[in-house]
């Protein structure tokens, strides 16, 4: 196994953000981890950089795992330290790159999005995740909420990702027949991610295109709350073929997905349709039905819209309960009825997606 002094050895051949003083010495270093002879690096620079010294970071990598004894080396850039003024933003509509080679197998790709936070996004991308392999099809989920990753925890997962035999990508975790990545498998539960847009979209595409996903029918991926400047480029640099927008019934949250329906049509993104979670309130002791948050007002938004209604699951104990332990209840109880909502929607988005003339979906479930 390599030593913390070779990889710095190794650095010093590198030159760093100026072109003049070596990479080792540029005072941008802020993590250096080896683990099972892989080695972690952090480089801290300005996020305005981030895209310029995208060669710096592939040279750094590759120099790295070049020296005997590493099987593997992952670089990444993050924010600097100090805060600074925000940088430009990136222009919107710029022309969607071409995607990269972790993507080459995979056939498309589906954002399961929300215009705020709180509404159990992560929970419903999950569920639909597995769903969607229940359902035949071969299935990866991506988790690009960067701010407060979730499928670590969703799918009962830790430690750090391994490498492909060539040492150039990362191999994704597997369970419950769904293909697994995260920024949370990368850096520790209690670190703050305190990244801007550039180095948001930095990690984005690393997670996008440094991943071995193989052969996939269906990249789903997991996207930050909001309507920002990162989801909009997220929606172009993945290259969506529709999305699932998630709201709770109440007004409030409604104003929010109406943001997101509009952002995908401003980047001619597809939306799927609705799907509405929290939808209502099972008493498990009773079972009194309760409106917590108003009822339908995710279906009577999706009419208005002319979009697809693709169905409601409810604030339930059995959901939460199987989500903390690692277990989305479409895996952990496929049969129970707090599971029929997410085949469901896996469906839905299945028939959607084959109305565009792509392949008709597969029905093996239910």
Known sequence: MATNEQVLAALSQVAGPDGK????????????NIHDSKVYLTLT????????L????????????ALPGVAAAFVALTA?????????????????????????????IIGVASGKGGVGKSTTAANLAVALARLGQKVGLLDADVFGPSVPLLFGLHGKPSF???????????????????????????????????????AIKQLLNDV???????????????????????????????????????????????RAVAM??????????????????LCPHCGGRTDIFAHGGAEAEAHKNGLRFLGAAPLDMAIRETSDKGAPVAASAPDSPQAQP???????????????????????VG
Do not use: C
């Open 21 to 32: 003083t070596s990479l080792r010495d540029s005072g941008i270093l802020s993590g250096l």
């Open 45 to 52: 620079v300005p996020p305005e950089r981030a895209q310029a």
């Open 54 to 65: 995208e060669p710096m970071r592939l040279a750094a990598q590759k120099a790295v795992a």
């Open 80 to 108: 600097e330290h100090a805060p600074q003024a925000a940088a430009p933003s990136r222009a919107p509509h710029a022309p969607a790159p071409a995607q990269g080679a972790g993507l080459e197998k995979v056939k498309k």
């Open 164 to 202: 492909s035999p060539d040492g150039h990508s990362l191999q994704p975790f597997e369970k419950y027949g769904v293909k697994l990545m995260s920024i949370g498998f990368l850096v520790p539960d209690d670190a703050a991610v305190v990244w801007r847009g550039p180095l948001v979209m930095t």
């Open 212 to 258: 071995a996903w193989g052969e996939l029918d269906i990249l789903v991926v997991d996207m930050p709350p909001g309507t920002g400047d990162v989801q909009l480029t997220l929606a172009q640099n993945a290259s969506l073929a529709g999305a699932v927008v998630v709201s709770t019934p109440q007004d409030l949250a409604l104003i929010d997905a109406r």
């Open 264 to 281: 995908f049509a401003q980047v001619k993104t597809p939306v799927l349709g609705l799907f509405e979670n929290m939808s209502y309130f």
């Open 342 to 364: 997410y085949l469901a929607l896996a469906r839905g988005v299945l028939e959607e997606l084959a109305k565009a003339g792509r392949r008709a979906p597969v029905f093996t």
